[in-house]
């Protein structure tokens, strides 16, 4: 137990807690990768200024202001054909962005295996405001104690 080890013998107690949690949000891992990763997605930890948390949420709460949801369709999926040899896009009803083109200057999506849908809709917006709620939690951290780190995997 705890009890049992000397700190006499300890030079340094390392603590991490997770302030954060995105599921294929790939926006904002997207916006990691070209704001503080320098273009590097090897799922690797890296160091965040807190300058460039507030950016970041300056960002989300810049396209939610300006993104004007409507009623409309999503993709939801695909299925296949193989008699056919076609793919046809599945859809639901849900919210989308009238404008999408202010999201998509300035937080656009990125695609790939793992990282869901790169539709600009309402599901993309819950991701933005629940990155604004992580920000907030990391920033309110004391600065000179902890230390910020971005860490993606998948």
Request: one cysteine or more.
């Amino acid at each position: 137990g705890i009890d049992e080890v000397n700190s006499d013998n300890l030079d340094y107690i390392k603590v991490v807690i997770e302030v954060g949690y995105w599921r294929k949000a790939n926006a904002i891992h997207r916006w990691f990768v070209e704001n503080v990763q320098d273009g590097n997605d090897d799922c690797e930890r890296y160091y965040v200024p807190r300058e460039k948390l507030k950016e970041l949420k300056d960002l989300c709460q810049e396209v939610i202001k300006k993104s004007k949801l409507i009623d409309g369709k999503t993709v939801n999926g695909y299925r296949m054909d193989a008699k056919r040899g076609t793919v046809e896009t599945i859809t639901i009803p849900a919210k989308v962005i009238a404008n999408p083109e202010i999201a998509e200057e300035l937080l656009p999506t990125e695609s790939g295996f793992f990282f869901g849908s790169v539709e600009y809709d309402e599901y993309y917006i819950r991701h933005l405001k629940d990155t604004i709620e992580i920000i907030d939690r990391a920033l309110k951290l004391p600065e000179d104690i902890w230390s910020i780190y971005y860490r993606s995997s998948w």
